[in-house]
Nanobody, 118 residues
Framework: EVQLVESGGGLVQPGGSLRLSCAAS????????MTWVRQAPGKGLEWVSL????????SYADSVKGRFTVSRDNARNTLYLQMNSLKLEDTAVYYC???????????WGKGTLITVSS
């Protein structure tokens, strides 16, 4: 059974930093691309970042580029999102998502809430 469990969310002040983790199990983690998606209160889903399976190639939404860094530790089956210089508009539930063999997102974690507030 595929499981994706996010952790690391919480309350942080503007300008602060957090690192999210996603513990993956139930599949060969190293063979699949992974992404982070977020949903702000009252808003729709927003794609945040992507990391490919075979290389360190990454991609980011314009809204987080230069502030967030996605990485993975295949030996530990863990995906990370380092979030720096956090802004109020970063407040959202952040979801760890697994890509399928194509470009679809076939499994989602339950999400972890990040609240940026002074």
């Amino acid at each position: 059974e595929v499981q994706l469990v996010e952790s690391g969310g919480g309350l942080v002040q503007p300008g602060g930093s957090l690192r999210l983790s996603c513990a993956a199990s139930g599949f060969t983690f190293s063979r699949y691309g992974m992404t982070w998606v977020r949903q702000a209160p009252g808003k729709g889903l927003e794609w945040v970042s992507l990391i490919y399976s075979g290389t360190s190639i990454t991609s980011y939404a314009d809204s987080v580029k230069g502030r967030f860094t996605v990485s993975r530790d295949n030996a530990r089956n863990t995906l990370y999102l380092q979030m720096n210089s956090l802004k109020l508009e970063d407040t959202a539930v952040y979801y760890c998502v697994k890509y399928g063999d194509g470009y679809s997102m076939d499994f989602w974690g339950k999400g972890t809430l990040i609240t940026v507030s002074s």
